[in-house]
């Protein structure tokens, strides 16, 4: 048995019931964001090394571990939530597939340079602003906005930990686009994949997903939008089979 704390309650993360996660209402809960970016990923199925930053309670990783038989990592630089990521493993019995790494991804993409076929993340989308405009609770403030750094940071150390020819996708705000664009230029990040994700039909786009090459050159296809909610408030087809599973 694995401890839960606090607040803590055990998930299901596909309903099929193949993995569980622990999750906190007041420390972190995984979303649509992280479910769809885990799905929109490339993965080589039987070998390689893929690095997922932001890693949180490790949901991506665990997702990512029923696709892939690839040794996955997780970066996460909040104790309280590394320590979810870590019970979340061996709640899964995925300690032969994932490992957790507590750490700043500034610091970790020095270690592990060039080390990775695929690297992940699901960064926080706001920018530092006031604190006034912050979250009072600073799990969900650091989750959320760029206190441990921003775009610049996140982009540089996918780049360094990804091989050349390796890919790095990302989940963000469509309104950061034209910043995330040329920053990758500057990173030696070719953006080869964009996907946009609505709520429901008729609204604006709420994510977008981002796939880049490392070294590749600029040959961008927008992929059909997705849509998580039909009109009347029910999951979409599309949206159901990733939560199948």
Do not use: W
Request: charged share 25%; hydrophobic share 40%; glycine share 6%.
């Amino acid at each position: 048995m694995v401890e839960l704390k606090g607040d803590e309650r055990i998930d299901y993360l596909f309903t099929d019931d193949e993995r569980q996660v622990i999750q906190s209402p007041s420390a972190f809960a995984f979303s649509a964001d992280a479910v769809l970016l885990a799905d929109f990923t490339y993965l080589p199925i039987k070998r390689g090394r893929v690095m997922d930053l932001c890693t949180g309670n490790g949901v991506i990783p665990l997702y990512l571990s029923k696709r892939s038989n690839a040794s996955i990592y997780g970066v996460e630089i909040q104790e309280r939530l590394y320590d979810m990521a870590l019970r979340n493993v061996k709640l899964n019995q995925l300690e032969d597939h994932i490992e957790m790494i507590h750490g700043d991804l500034r610091e970790v993409s020095k270690q592990y340079n060039q080390q990775f076929d695929v690297v992940t993340c699901n960064p926080p989308y706001f920018k530092t602003d006031s604190k006034e405009k912050q979250n009072n609770n600073d799990y969900l403030t650091i989750a959320r906005h760029e206190v441990y750094g921003g775009l610049t940071d996140v982009l540089q150390a996918c780049s360094r930990l990804v091989k050349s020819g390796g890919k790095v996708s990302m989940v963000h705000r469509p309104n950061r686009l034209v910043e995330i664009m040329t920053l990758a230029e500057t990173f030696q990040l070719a953006i080869k994949r964009l996907k946009f994700v609505h709520a429901k039909p008729n609204r604006d786009a709420t994510m977008v997903l981002i796939e880049f090459l490392k070294d590749g050159k600029s040959d961008i296809k927008v992929e059909a939008p997705f849509y998580i909610h039909q009109e009347n408030g029910a999951y979409t087809d599309a949206m159901k089979a990733i939560l199948h599973g």
